[in-house]
């Protein structure tokens, strides 16, 4: 079956400009969670949902950062007023039940903002 | 203190011997455990997961659970060049540290 999918998979962005990304998840999972990575780091939570609703949003680094995911499906992580330290790639992985399953990731989005 | 922590690396094996991971946790509390391989330039693929002490085989990997102590690891055995990726460590799926880049030298 389809895996996670993701897209763009490249994104350039001119400082100050608005970026949404999509991620279309493995379908019948309930779970999806957004990841930010840094070139060297480990993928760094951002926020989680159950079908629609926004279980955690901690890991959000600002307000500029939304993530919404209205009909339980696909969801859209938008960053407002793109900054240069936003460059990274960004990962969505699901999962079929809760936080204590095992996550599938899509290939990421690998967004550069000059 | 993060809240995983992974020997940084980079970990320099020979083919054929064992690769040794290890990981630790703050938070005590903490129930399901993860190892996901990450190859250059790609997402994250799951190797094993763990939610009991002790250890958990799966073919040439083996992870090993101690709650008491906050630590889970990664054993990889006959390693081969196949298996030079970077090593990440998820606690309740959503903590993850920075990783343990591993080289499989022929």
């Known amino acids: 079956g389809a895996g996670v999918s993701q897209s763009p998979r490249y994104k350039v962005a001119k400082r100050g400009q608005d970026v949404a990304l999509r991620c279309d998840p493995i379908?019948?999972?309930?779970?999806l969670f957004w990841y930010q990575q840094a070139l060297g780091q480990g993928p760094e939570f951002l926020t989680y949902?159950?079908?629609?609703?926004?279980?955690?949003k901690s890991g959000l680094p600002s307000d500029r950062f939304f993530a919404e995911r209205p009909e339980g499906s696909v969801s859209t992580l938008k960053i407002q007023r793109t900054q240069q330290e936003d460059s990274a790639v960004y990962l969505c992985?699901?999962?079929?039940?809760?936080?204590?399953?095992?996550?599938?990731f899509g290939p990421g989005t690998r967004l550069l903002v000059l | 203190q993060k809240e995983v922590e992974q020997n940084s690396g980079p970990l320099s094996v020979p083919e054929g011997a064992i690769a040794s991971l290890n990981c630790t946790y703050s938070?005590?509390?903490?129930?399901?455990f993860f190892w996901y391989r990450q190859y250059s330039g790609k997402s994250p693929e799951l190797i094993m997961s763990?939610?009991?002490?002790g250890d958990k085989e799966d073919g040439r990997f083996t992870a090993q659970l101690n709650k008491a102590s906050q630590y889970v690891s990664l054993l990889i055995r006959d390693s081969q060049p196949s298996d030079s990726a970077t090593y990440l460590c998820?606690?309740?799926?959503?903590?993850f540290g920075a990783g343990t880049r591993l080289t499989v030298k022929p």
């Open positions: 992985a699901s999962s079929l039940a809760g936080v204590g399953e095992t996550q599938y």
């Open positions: 379908s019948g999972h309930v779970s």
């Open positions: 949902f159950q079908n629609e609703a926004q279980l955690d």
């Open positions: 938070d005590r509390g903490s129930q399901s």
């Open positions: 763990i939610y009991s002490n």
């Open positions: 998820a606690v309740e799926g959503m903590r």
